[in-house]
């Protein structure tokens, strides 16, 4: 969705180390956006783009015109109900099923032997995942981690759209999801109490607002009541009219 | 969907003439049909069709088992909605999209140059026409006329479920069809009065019971009040409980 930052530099570099041809979409999905001014104000600069992504080993950025992927007759529409119903599609209703078809689309023209995404879309790697399988793309889709701000706050496009003070605030994510991980650590197992340190912590930022904080099966992304195996955390603020995620997988 | 007959040996044919090579698919898709009793009383004879398929110079039936196509797991879902929307759609809720999740799993397995299908079932022709162009599948889709018995019945795997009576009176679709293209001919424009001339002709058969018969573009499939261009004329018809679908393109 362009926007270029760490987090993509580190999937770019990484696909250049595996691969001959290494292509990348540059396309504002206007189908994953539920409100408008959302996506009117998503970032755009694509001339600063285009010169990242060469000097970053870049050998197709595609960049399709809005009405090349979205013709006004289009009327398919792929989606993941199961995985999708929860979380960031509790918040976004038809978030997913917009980034399922667009990455379907995607995927179907420039046909990739490798596909790289970020872990920090936990709930959205999961969905193409699923998709991939399902629909039977001929495709390898690795998930690179989290690239974060020195501070902990992951590397998002919507950083940049935080007040100062917001952006301060924000590293109340990074923290919230750490003191959860070391609470786990300490033998702490109980899903119930170790989401409700993590409100705590959210409550003392007045400047963020819990969304949610849930405690989930890393394949299903369904809650689980005790933390017994792998298991992801997933978080979802509000900084104003931002809104924020991010994610940690324990062990 | 197997219950191989003349309609599928005419696509078989014009395949076999126009490629090097010819994958039949041979699987009873438990997604498209709304009813249990549907799925389980529909045709199945795998030792004959196998048969079949051999003397047409198939070069490869394609037989997955359920449990491939559709495992336990499976959660993705193609849908072309507003195309689906109206009449099998309307009759059959999720059939549509069975169908679309389906023929987009075969096309992704397979990866035909060019698949075929038969006009009998035009709604569905549409809809995999749609979400072919939609998600960029590189394929041409060829579209054969219906093959009918000589006394008209568009020939269907669920002809032979019928009752020897039920048989006899199963031409009256295609009768009423053919009435209302010569109706046109003679200078009748008017679709609502097109429609009940059908509504007449099938109310005379008392073992048929009228369904839908609708006067639409043939692209979107959309009904029309007049006939000014290329219209299809869509017709569904209950006789006891099976029901039989046909259609007739006029210009």
Same mark, same amino acid.
């Given at each position: 969705?362009?926007?270029?930052?760490e987090?993509?530099f580190?999937?770019?570099?990484k696909a250049n180390?595996?691969?001959d041809?290494l292509?990348?979409?540059?396309?504002?999905?206007?189908?994953?956006?539920?409100?408008?001014?959302d996506f009117?104000r998503?970032?755009?600069?694509?001339?600063?783009d285009?010169?990242?992504a060469?000097?970053?080993?870049?050998?197709?950025?595609?960049?399709?015109?809005?009405?090349e992927?979205?013709?006004?007759?289009?009327?398919t529409?792929?989606?993941?109900p199961?995985l999708s119903?929860r979380w960031?599609g509790?918040?976004?209703?038809?978030?997913?099923?917009?980034?399922?078809t667009?990455?379907?689309?995607?995927?179907q023209?420039?046909?990739?032997?490798?596909?790289?995404?970020g872990?920090k879309?936990?709930?959205?790697? =999961?969905? &193409?995942q699923?998709?991939? +399988?399902d629909?039977?793309? *001929?495709?390898?889709i690795r998930?690179m981690p989290?690239?974060? !701000?020195k501070d902990?706050?992951a590397?998002?496009?919507?950083n940049?759209?935080?007040?100062?003070?917001d952006?301060a605030?924000?590293t109340?994510?990074?923290?919230a999801l750490?003191?959860a991980k070391?609470?786990?650590?300490?033998?702490e197992?109980?899903?119930?109490i170790l989401?409700?340190?993590v =409100?705590? &912590?959210?409550?003392?930022? +007045?400047?963020?607002d819990? *969304?949610y904080?849930?405690f989930?099966?890393?394949?299903t992304? !369904?809650?689980?009541?005790?933390?017994?195996g792998?298991t992801?955390?997933l978080l979802?603020?509000r900084?104003?009219?931002?809104?924020?995620?991010?994610?940690l997988?324990?062990?």
């Open positions: 969705m362009g926007a270029f930052h987090g993509h580190s999937l770019m570099r180390r595996e691969c041809y292509v990348v979409s540059l396309f504002v999905n206007p189908l994953q956006f539920d409100i408008a001014c009117d998503y970032p755009r600069d694509t001339v600063r285009q010169a990242l060469e000097s970053h080993g870049v050998d197709l950025l595609f960049t399709p015109a809005p009405y992927i979205v013709p006004s007759d289009i009327d529409v792929v989606s993941v199961s119903r960031e509790a918040s976004r209703p038809d978030h997913f099923q917009g980034v399922a667009i990455v379907t689309k995607l995927f023209i420039v046909r990739p032997d490798v596909a790289y995404f872990q879309d936990y709930q959205q790697v =999961a969905v &193409i699923q998709l991939a +399988r629909l039977h793309f *001929d495709l390898k998930v989290t690239i974060r !701000e902990g706050l590397k998002s496009s919507r940049q759209l935080l007040s100062p003070d952006r605030a924000a109340v994510l990074y923290r750490h003191h070391q609470s786990v650590k300490g033998g197992r109980d899903c119930r989401q409700k340190k =409100a705590l &912590i959210l409550k003392k930022e +007045r400047r963020a819990l *969304d904080v849930a989930c099966d890393p394949k992304l !369904e809650p689980v009541s005790l933390v017994t792998k992801v955390i979802a603020v900084m104003g009219s931002i809104r924020l995620i991010d994610n997988v324990i062990r």
